[in-house]
Structures are given as C-alpha cells and as structure tokens.
C-alpha cells in the first residue's frame, strides 16, 4: 500500500499566484518528514525537515507545516524560478519513503 | 557542506553488462542508500547499507547487489543489466545519530542509466 501520496501530480500557476502541495502519509513510527525540491536531471535538494504535528518551518517563499496525516508545502507568489518537481518523504525508522512527487509550473 | 558525488552523470550500457555505480560521501555518514527514480513511480528504495560491509535489501533488490567496503563508498552492481534497469540511480547518505537537524537524507546528482 502507498505509504506517501502527493497531491497534485503537476500544478500550474502564474508569477505571484500563490498556492499548496499536499503530501499525505501512512507510517506507524514517523521521525520526521521531509520536502526536497529536485530540478531535472538532478538529484533531490534538502528543502525541510518536519517531526511533530504543528511544527511549521519557512523559507522565502516556501512554508512547511505539518498535522497528524498530512503535510502541507504552501507557495506564497512564486517566481518561475520555483518550477521544479516537490518530493515529500517520511521516515520510518531506518527507511525513507517518498510520494512521486508534484511538478510545479510556474508562468512569468 | 555535504558531498555526495557519483562516479557518472550518463552511462550507456549493452544488455548483459555488468554494470558498477559507485557512490562516495565525505561527512562520515553511517547510512548509504540507492535507490532508482522512474516517472510516476517515485523513488524507490534498492538496498541501503548502514555500516561497513552491513547491508539490506530495500523494495526492489532483485537484479542488484551492493558492496560497502569503506565508509564513504556505496557501490551498485547490475550483474547482467537488462533494458527494464534503464533509470535515474540516486544515492544518499544520512547520519545514524537520531537528532535535529542531522536526519535528512543528502543526495548525489544521479547517473542516468540506459541499457539497450
């Protein structure tokens, strides 16, 4: 059964429109979530890490936050420079699951 | 900062190959990993190996081995590569001590694999 579902699979948005990824998971022992922005033929770069249910972290233009079941990656007015693909991984004691992703577009 | 560096960007290889990725981390991390990456199918885990010589099966182990003689040297082997191992190979290491800010996994670049 999927363990990291992300939602949705590509989103296409105006310069300044802002907007949210969604990322929902099912791990009995979580320690810790984590969003990575990954460009093409690139690997995955650290964006966030994320342990406790209301735990919210920032960065530029980019909030994480996190609930129970669920993890939300909010974009507040992208630039086009923030097109890339948004993966979400949970932590289950020594494995890492990850969701497929979202491909953010974002249009000047 | 971290490094992870993989031995090749794009590598083209026959069906039957045998096949060597190599993977080297220079932070002293405990945990190595590889995993494939397909469109649609996310990152899914092949082996990871969390000490010297110490490894286990992730997901989708089978056509692959793994060697970990150093530390900071993860190796992926296709003992006879096949078309369907055509991918982007990812590896990642991660520091065993379970605390704030040292438990996100970092990521080489990848090697885009063909196999014809």
């Known amino acids: 059964e999927d363990q990291v579902t992300q939602s949705p699979e590509a989103l296409r948005l105006q310069e300044g429109e802002s907007s949210s990824l969604n990322c929902s998971y099912t791990?009995?022992?979580?320690?810790?979530l984590f969003w990575y922005r990954q460009d093409p033929g690139k690997g995955p770069e650290f964006l966030f890490t994320?342990?406790?249910a209301g735990e919210e972290k920032e960065k530029e233009r980019l909030k994480a936050t996190l609930t129970k079941k669920e993890s939300f990656l909010h974009i507040t007015a992208p630039k086009p420079e923030d097109s890339a693909t948004y993966l979400c991984?949970?932590?289950?004691?020594?494995?890492?699951?990850f969701g497929s992703g979202t491909k953010l577009n974002v249009k000047p | 900062d971290v490094k992870v560096t993989q031995s090749s960007r794009y590598l083209v290889k026959r069906t039957g190959e045998k096949v060597f990725l190599e993977c080297v981390q220079d932070m002293d991390h405990e945990n190595m990993f590889w995993y494939r990456q397909d469109p649609g199918l996310g990152l899914r885990l092949i082996y990871f190996?969390?000490?010297?010589?110490?490894?286990e099966k992730g997901d989708i182990p089978e056509g692959y081995s793994v060697s970990r003689e150093k530390k900071e040297r993860f190796s992926l082997i296709l003992e006879s590569a096949s078309t369907n191992q055509t991918s982007m190979y990812l590896c990642a290491s991660i520091k065993v001590r379970d605390s704030p800010g040292t438990n996100e996994q970092f990521f080489g670049p990848g090697t885009r694999l063909t196999v014809l």
């Open positions: 791990v009995s022992g979580l320690r810790g």
């Open positions: 994320l342990y406790s």
């Open positions: 991984a949970v932590r289950d004691f020594n494995k890492f699951y």
């Open positions: 190996s969390y000490d010297v010589k110490m490894k």
